[in-house]
């Protein structure tokens, strides 16, 4: 097809995602969204190189959300780790949208405000938990919740987190997840210490 005239409706999304998107009047997929949706939606590992404004939440959302809604229900089947708490609560008030109609729950999950309000709607338990490295390993320290249901793990501006020194973070919680599952990275740039994280945590992506 040619990618300029495509339209979402071209991808195997879940049909509860199209109301949503043309509500947001969002009709034609970015590059990254028209690269990345169909390679997620068979499951497979992906590292894509996007900046900032790409429209990388959706390209990760649809499909992930996609595959969550066909799956069996359970807490924490899908964690996308971002570098900063703006970026936590933007992401999932994108994700917000589409999990509405889908019935799947999320929640952000950053530093800077308390514990509990995080800790009672983790305990409840959501399908997808966004959070900052340094929030998450307080609550997975503390035993609040576990990731033995994780299908999806999501790496979001990749690069930024690094440079926030957060690479022994990312390795402790990737510890604690279930090998078997989806990894998807995004980062604006591609140094060599992401290539090397990325070849010990994912499985032949593309």
Not at 78 to 87: G, K, N
Not at 163 to 187: A, E, H, Y
């Amino acid at each position: 097809t040619n990618l300029d005239s495509s339209t979402f409706s071209e991808f195997e999304l879940d049909p509860r995602c199209q109301p949503v998107l043309r509500a947001l009047k969002i009709t034609t997929p970015s590059p990254i969204q028209a690269q990345t949706i169909p390679v997620a939606l068979t499951g497979r590992d992906i590292v894509a190189t996007a900046q900032t404004g790409t429209g990388k939440t959706l390209a990760f959302s649809l499909p992930s959300l996609t595959r969550l809604a066909a799956g069996k229900p359970g807490p924490n089947r899908m964690l996308v780790l971002a570098p900063t708490r703006e970026l936590c609560a933007q992401v999932e008030s994108v994700m917000q949208e589409f999990c509405k109609p889908m019935k799947l729950h999320s929640v952000a999950v950053y530093g800077g405000v308390g514990m509990h309000g995080q800790t009672e709607k983790l305990k409840r338990g959501c399908d997808i938990v966004v959070a900052t490295p340094g929030r998450l390993l307080d609550h997975l320290t503390r035993g609040t919740f576990n990731f033995n249901n994780l299908e999806i793990l999501v790496f979001d501006e990749a690069d930024r987190m690094l440079d926030m020194g957060f690479l022994p973070d990312i390795r402790r919680i990737v510890k604690l997840l279930p090998r078997k599952r989806q990894t998807l990275m995004f980062s604006a740039t591609f140094a060599p210490t992401l290539e090397r994280l990325a070849s010990d945590m994912m499985h032949n992506p593309e």
